[in-house]
């Protein structure tokens, strides 16, 4: 029997196509089947179900934290019962032998980005692109010579089985830390596959972990980075010919990095080709002419100091806030005090974003909402642009002030969004409505 724990995108998929299985998830209040003969139980059974399955395959969604109850009640059975199988999703298909040959991209900012453009160059040579992304595996093609998967910390901590032929990682920056409880942890996850990799395989890492103790473990070839420059040095890029700008520079300078050691090719035409997705720095003007930027993608600190670092000649008007898992924010606020930045904070940790910009001498307003936030901005910008044309009118030869609206939230979406998507069109039509 199969036992899948919880009932996201992962294992539903699983369940779609191995059914009947039995589904606990700490949402179900009772008892039920689906259509397809699976039953779904909410999560206080886990101990009978392991009781009456001592053999099963279990299979754990990845964002289901490790103190939760029924990864606990499953590690304990597993001290008596030595052959139950606790696997993750990438576990589960290595298990099976149904996982081709894997590109994995990890980090804290930048995977999605470049999992798509390095799916986006290797598309002709039958590469799929699955994970975290949003396809799981089991909708992947086990026959397609290359999967490339953005693969989140929480997968790589379950993880035991399965690995891939080379290994992507994106600079660290503190996320998810009440998911693993210590910054230790995140980046121990983050590292973990190298401790798999076998000799002449290859994994990116950044330069600042070169001293970690899996680093000293692992028998792969290593290749460490500090920035873009020192990619193209290693590889022999020509940044000249890319025309992304940072953060998405450094994406594609790892994706055409990936590409140099798996199949010794630089396509620049193809990869300016490629389109960055919505929500990540997207601009957008309303009709007085004023700036928005849309980088509902900034769930975490780093992606929201790319951001600000990009625009840090203006003057922001930044929207920050939302569920931040606990991150320490210091150093963000540490680069806003250098910055002309107001803050409009929004979310779950407003408050704790109003004590921080106090310590800081930060303008704050505490908004609570995306929308009394964008209703203050558009009061700012009408009080710049009234003033502006007040200096236009008097000839004075002084210039106007450069100003952004940017939603970078440095937090994720889910206290008050279903998703970062949610978020960051919401905020566009707040920005574009009467304007």
């Known amino acids: 029997m199969l036992i899948l724990l919880g009932f996201g995108g992962t294992n539903r998929a699983i369940a779609e196509k191995f059914a009947p299985c039995i589904v606990l998830d700490d949402s179900f209040e009772q008892e ?52 139950t199988l606790f696997l993750s999703e990438y576990d589960f298909f290595a298990f099976q032998s149904k996982m081709p040959p894997s590109v994995w991209i990890s980090g804290t900012n930048g995977k999605t980005t470049t999992t798509q453009i390095l799916t986006h160059l290797l598309q002709s040579r039958g590469a799929q692109s699955g994970g975290n992304i949003g396809t799981p595996l089991e909708k992947l093609d086990p026959k397609s010579p290359l999967w490339i998967l953005e693969t989140s910390s929480f997968t790589l ?49 950044p330069k600042n972990l070169e001293s970690h103790e899996f680093v000293q473990q692992s028998r792969a070839n ?49 990869l300016n080709a490629f389109k960055i997705g919505a929500h990540k720095i997207e601009e957008f003007y309303d009709k007085c002419g004023n700036l928005w930027v849309d980088d509902s993608k900034g769930t975490n600190l780093d992606a929201t100091m790319e951001a600000i670092k990009r625009y840090q000649n203006s003057q922001i008007l930044l929207i920050l806030g939302g569920d931040d898992k606990g991150a320490d924010l210091t150093p963000l606020f540490k680069l806003i005090a250098q910055c002309k930045i107001e803050i409009f904070a929004i979310g779950s940790n407003t408050d704790k974003l109003c004590n921080l910009a106090k310590t800081s001498n930060t303008p704050c307003n505490a908004c609570y909402t995306l929308e009394v936030a964008v209703k203050k901005i558009q009061e700012v910008f ?47 039509a707040y920005a574009l409505r009467d304007s």
């Open 382 to 428: 009408a009080n710049k642009n009234l003033l502006d044309s007040k200096v236009q009118s008097s000839q004075t030869s002084q210039d106007s002030t450069n100003t952004i609206a940017l939603l970078s939230p440095a937090a994720a979406s889910l206290d008050q969004f279903s998703s970062y998507k949610e978020r960051g069109e919401k905020f566009k």
């Open 157 to 205: 901590h379950y993880t035991q089985i399965a690995k891939p032929i080379l290994y992507l990682l994106l600079p660290i920056t503190q996320d998810h830390i009440s998911w693993h409880e210590s910054y230790a942890n995140y980046i121990s996850d983050k590292l973990k596959p190298i401790l798999s990799l076998r000799e002449k395989e290859v994994a990116i890492l």
């Open 32 to 83: 039920s089947k689906d259509s397809l003969g699976n039953s779904l139980l909410p999560s206080a059974h886990i101990n009978e179900v392991l009781a009456n399955n001592p053999e099963s395959l279990i299979v754990t969604s990845p964002g289901i934290p490790p103190h939760n109850a029924m990864i606990q009640a499953v590690y304990c059975f597993m001290e008596t019962h030595k052959q």
């Open 222 to 270: 290593l290749i460490f980075y500090q920035d873009s420059k020192d990619l193209a040095e290693i590889f022999h890029l020509d940044l000249d010919s890319i025309r992304f700008k940072e953060p998405f520079l450094l994406d594609a300078a790892l994706a055409m990095s990936a590409c140099e050691i798996l199949f010794s090719t630089q396509d620049y035409a193809l």
